[in-house]
C-alpha cells in the first residue's frame, strides 16, 4: 500500500496536477459539489420532497442577508413552493450528477462495443457503423434526445410520464454521444489489430471476442475515459437544457434543470435567487468537470506536451 502511495505521488499525473492551480481549485468544487451531493440527505438544512415539511407561507423568499425579508432558516431563500433553495440545490445536483454519470456510463458502454465491431469486423461492419454514425453527426445531440424524448411521451401513457422520466432522459442524453466513443475505439482498435500480439493470438486459435475484450479493450481506454470526463459536463448541460425547455423531468423533481426553468418565470419579478443560484451551481459542477477533463486529455496525450 505504502509502495503504491508513493509511485502515485512520483508520477507524471500527480506532479501535473500540483503544477496546476487551475486544475487544482477546479478538483476542489467538484469534490465539494460530489461529496455534498450526494450526501444531500444528511447535510441538506430541509428535505424539499417532504410534503410536510414544505410551507406555502414561506414562499419566495429572499436570502437571509435581505434584513427585513430573509429568514435564517433558509440561507438563500425559497422557490415558489416554499422550498429552500440551498436544500434544492444539493438534491437537484445530485440528481443531475446521477443521469449526467448514467448517461455517460451508457453512451461509453455503447460506443466502446460498436467501436471494437467496427474496427475488428472487416470493411462491411465497419462501413456500416460508420455511416450510422455520421448520419446522426448530422445532426445536434440536443436535437436528437428531444426526438427521443418526444417519441417516448406519445408511446408511454401520460400518467407514467413523470415515472420514467428520469430513465427517458439517460437513454436520451445517452443514445446522442455515442458516436465520439466509437470512432476513437475504432481507430485505435484498426492500429491494434495489426500488431504481432493480436496476430498472435489469432494464430493460435483464440476466438474475436476473446481477444477483443483480453488484449485489444484494454489498450484502447485510455482515451475513452478522458472523452468519458468531458462528455461528463457536457451530459449535465444537456439534462439542464432539456428539463429547462420543459421536456426533461417534472417541476417536482428539483434537477438543476428544473429549478432554472421554475425562476426563470420569476426573474424580472424580482425574485432572482430562485433562478441565479442554481445557474450558479450548474456553472461551477460543468465548468470544474470540463477544466478536469482538459487537464486529463493534455497531461495523457504525449502529443499535445
Do not use: C
Request: proline fraction near 6%; avoid cysteine.
Amino acid at each position: 500500500m505504502k509502495n503504491t502511495i508513493a509511485r502515485a505521488a512520483d508520477s507524471d499525473l500527480w506532479y501535473s496536477f500540483r503544477r496546476s492551480p487551475i486544475v487544482m481549485i477546479s478538483a476542489v468544487i467538484t469534490l465539494v459539489i460530489v461529496s455534498t451531493s450526494l450526501l444531500a440527505p444528511w447535510v441538506a438544512p430541509h428535505d424539499p420532497f417532504n410534503l410536510v415539511s414544505i410551507d406555502l407561507m414561506d414562499a419566495s423568499l429572499p436570502p437571509v442577508w435581505y434584513a427585513d425579508l430573509g429568514d435564517s432558516r433558509f440561507l438563500l431563500g425559497t422557490d415558489d413552493q416554499g422550498r429552500d433553495i440551498l436544500s434544492t440545490i444539493l438534491y437537484g445536483s445530485r440528481i443531475s450528477l446521477i443521469i449526467g454519470m448514467a448517461s455517460v456510463t451508457f453512451s461509453l458502454i455503447l460506443g466502446v462495443a460498436l467501436g471494437l465491431v467496427s474496427g475488428y469486423g472487416g470493411p462491411k461492419v465497419d462501413a456500416f457503423i460508420m455511416r450510422i454514425a455520421d448520419i446522426q453527426l448530422s445532426f445536434p445531440a440536443i436535437l436528437i434526445a428531444l426526438l427521443i424524448d418526444g417519441v417516448a411521451r406519445s408511446i408511454l401513457p401520460r400518467d407514467m410520464h413523470d415515472q420514467v422520466a428520469v430513465y427517458v432522459l439517460i437513454f436520451a442524453i445517452g443514445i446522442s454521444g455515442w458516436v465520439q466513443y466509437a470512432r476513437t475505439v475504432r481507430g485505435s482498435t484498426m492500429v491494434e489489430k495489426s500488431k504481432e500480439y493480436v496476430q498472435a493470438a489469432q494464430v493460435i486459435g483464440v476466438r474475436p471476442i476473446a481477444i477483443l475484450w483480453r488484449h485489444i479493450l484494454p489498450n484502447v481506454m485510455g482515451p475513452v475515459l478522458v472523452i468519458g470526463a468531458i462528455h461528463l459536463a457536457i451530459a449535465i448541460i444537456t439534462e439542464a437544457t432539456l428539463s429547462f425547455l420543459g421536456v426533461g423531468l417534472p417541476p417536482t423533481t428539483p434537477s438543476l434543470g428544473t429549478l432554472i426553468r421554475v425562476g426563470n418565470d420569476y426573474l424580472f419579478s424580482g425574485e432572482w435567487w430562485i433562478t441565479i443560484f442554481p445557474g450558479i451551481a450548474l456553472v461551477l459542477l460543468a465548468l470544474s468537470v470540463n477544466l478536469l477533463g482538459d487537464w486529463l486529455r493534455d497531461t495523457l496525450n504525449p502529443k499535445i506536451q
